[in-house]
């Protein structure tokens, strides 16, 4: 039972142009959604998040959408750098007070030159 | 001010054997955090400790498993009569006393990479 799904395995972009990772979710007890970066042979960083009262937050180049009445959220990155290069995860957490994170299976982003 | 440190990087096993896998949470945070990747999949949820306490463990199978957050010293994730399946990353978190999403992100070591032959 997936309750977080990344349809995208991978993800190809050109320096400089944007970046969009699609994040769809089926469990309605979700309110906060977090999006995790990471590179190979290394953990997860956190990236940006979002909780479920809002429809958007930005960070930089990283912006988090929420549509709730669809359950997706997408991560646009712009302008895409090289160095944005790796696995990105989205994970989502119902209210439980702790950090039971349930996570996608990730998409890989590769920007080129 | 180190991250979260776990060891070893790379643990290789032979059916049957035990695995035993170490956290140092980062300094300052008592909140510990088991997942386990497999290949081409997401980190899935573990177990979640605090200092002596086991808080919630429902993403552990039932057997074979078990973790540890002592008083003092790391968390450990002990894996009895290992067998291929188990073969995976095992990723620790930590998390800052309140232990809620929405106030401190989880930080997460690099891993533990088990190979069970």
């Known amino acids: 039972d997936q309750q977080v799904k990344q349809n995208s395995p991978s993800l190809s972009v050109q320096e400089g142009r944007i970046s969009i990772l699609n994040c769809d979710y089926t469990?309605?007890?979700?309110?906060?959604f977090l999006w995790y970066k990471k590179y190979p042979a290394e953990g997860p960083t956190f990236l940006i998040s979002?909780?479920?009262?809002?429809d958007k937050n930005e960070d930089g180049r990283f912006t988090v959408f929420l549509n709730k009445s669809a359950k997706h959220l997408s991560l646009h990155i712009v302008p895409s750098q090289p160095g944005d290069s790796a696995v990105y995860f989205c994970?989502?957490?119902?209210?439980?007070?702790?950090?039971?994170?349930?996570f996608g299976t990730g998409t890989r982003l590769l920007v080129s030159p | 001010n180190a991250g979260v440190m776990q060891n070893p990087r790379h643990l290789v096993r032979r059916r049957g054997q035990e695995a035993r896998l170490r956290c140092s949470p980062m300094?300052?945070?008592?909140?510990v955090y088991w997942y386990r990747q497999l290949p081409e999949e997401g980190l899935k949820f573990m177990v979640y400790?605090?200092?002596?306490?086991?808080?919630?463990e429902s993403g552990m199978p039932k057997e074979r498993f078990s973790a540890e957050f002592p008083k003092e010293g790391p968390s450990i994730l002990r894996i009895q009569q290992v067998v291929r399946g188990d073969s995976a990353a095992y990723f620790c978190?930590?998390?800052?006393?309140?232990?809620?999403?929405?106030?401190?992100?989880?930080?997460f070591g690099n891993g533990t990479r088990l190979t069970v032959t």
């Open positions: 978190a930590s998390s800052a006393k309140t232990g809620q999403a929405k106030g401190s992100p989880l930080h």
């Open positions: 469990n309605s007890m979700f309110d906060y």
């Open positions: 979002i909780s479920s009262i809002k």
């Open positions: 994970a989502a957490s119902a209210n439980t007070g702790f950090q039971k994170l349930v």
């Open positions: 300094k300052g945070h008592s909140h």
């Open positions: 400790l605090q200092k002596e306490n086991i808080i919630d």
